[in-house]
């Protein structure tokens, strides 16, 4: 499944994020990544979720972002859950970029049974033609 938080900037994106991820922590037993790009909310994230600040790594393209989370996923095959907070900002605000990571997600999300939930800027023009489930902010 993937599902999308969307919203302006300071509307409560990464706070409703981290209530959802906490909230799977507390009903699975499988493990679950949160990726930012910064330690934002760190401290409020359940122990058992693992954090990964993606800048401290080369992302910079929609290929090496999916590569990412292959690795992820070939190294743990209990991974059930998979967050990204600021996915926008991630991939630069490019709307192009954002549409084609979601239509490849959701591949990745039925192939690997894995569930994505990710918090991005409003992109209303690109975003309405994917297959998600949008929880708006």
Not at 41 to 65: A, W
């Amino acid at each position: 499944m993937v599902q999308v938080i969307a919203g302006d900037r300071g509307s409560g994106k990464t706070k409703r994020l981290l209530s959802i991820a906490n909230e799977t922590a507390e009903k699975t037993n499988g493990h679950i990544v949160w990726i930012s790009i910064n330690s934002e909310g760190i401290f409020e994230l359940d122990s058992s979720i693992r954090h990964v600040n993606v800048s401290s790594f080369p992302i910079s393209s929609v290929d090496s972002l999916i590569g990412f989370i292959y690795g992820m996923l070939s190294q743990d095959y209990d991974i059930e859950s998979i967050f990204i907070d600021n996915l926008s900002v991630i991939l630069n605000d490019d709307t192009d970029a954002v549409t084609d990571f979601l239509k490849r997600a959701k591949k990745i999300s039925e192939k690997a049974e894995v569930n994505f939930v990710f918090g991005i800027k409003n992109m209303k023009c690109k975003l309405e033609n994917i297959e998600a489930e949008y929880l708006a902010v």
